[in-house]
């Protein structure tokens, strides 16, 4: 039980400090202007700073007490086999499309109903430059319905044991602070091997691309099976940086 335990605490807080690590990444290079996709925004740092750290304590305090409610032990395998790569990966396949098709129709509800997205969803579209701590800048009520709940679903339908949970959730978190880093760096392995990286989440942060790109955080297969799917090509801008030109 005290494994258990501890693997549970280590899947809620290691998440948390993968997130502010991997921002701080971005921030640690100084200027990225050659990169950056866009250069305007609506709200202050400092405000998205308390925003992530009262959303990230929210969070964690529900997410303990789901570990314990959900359960999972490696749905009755032994320890051995559910922390074996072959499981663990598929596990991973799981909870990745779960997720995903739980953000995407979650996202886009929040986007079409008036009333969710005036009172709700536009707190994070406030954020029209996303950058990396930013990405969880959200309503309590939204952050509750995108994470806490898909997070469960993705948890107990993939059937991963907590310390499996610790591995995709830290990448699930990477991930989507990469997709809100606000810029492009040459050589980055999730614009190479995802096609929803941070130029195709700023497409959807432009005052215009609020209809579409309402994949996240992996693929972008329910926006083509939706028909809410926005090509863009990369340009750079003469002052500096890319820009996200659509078609």
């Not at 969070?59 to 007490?65: D, E």
């Amino acid at each position: 039980m005290a494994l258990a335990i501890s693997d549970e605490l280590l899947a809620t807080f290691i998440p948390i400090v993968v997130y502010w690590i991997y921002s701080a990444f971005y921030m640690s290079f100084g200027s990225f202007d050659n990169y950056r996709l866009h250069s305007k925004n609506l709200v202050s740092k400092a405000n998205v700073i308390k925003n992530v750290l009262f959303q990230q304590t929210i969070q964690s305090t529900l997410a303990i007490v789901l570990y314990r409610v959900i359960g999972n032990e490696g749905g009755g395998a032994s320890k051995s086999q559910s922390n074996s790569i072959t499981v663990m990966a598929g596990q991973f396949i799981i909870a990745m499309f779960v997720s995903d098709t739980w953000q995407y129709f979650m996202h886009r509800y929040f986007h079409h109903n008036k009333f969710l997205y005036r009172h709700f969803h536009s707190h994070h579209h406030k954020l029209v430059v996303p950058y990396a701590f930013g990405a969880i800048y959200n309503h309590p009520l939204e952050a509750f319905v995108f994470d806490i709940i898909g997070g469960a679903l993705s948890y107990s339908i993939s059937g991963m044991s907590p310390r499996t949970s610790m591995y995709f959730f830290s990448f699930a978190t990477i991930k989507s602070v990469d997709d809100h880093c606000g810029v492009w760096l040459p050589g980055n392995l999730f614009h190479i091997f995802f096609n929803n990286n941070s130029a195709y989440h700023d497409v959807h942060h432009y005052l215009y691309g609020g209809k579409y790109n309402f994949s996240q955080p992996f693929f972008v297969m329910w926006d083509r099976i939706m028909g809410t799917y926005m090509p863009y090509s990369l340009e750079k801008r003469a002052e500096g940086g890319f820009e996200a030109k659509t078609y």
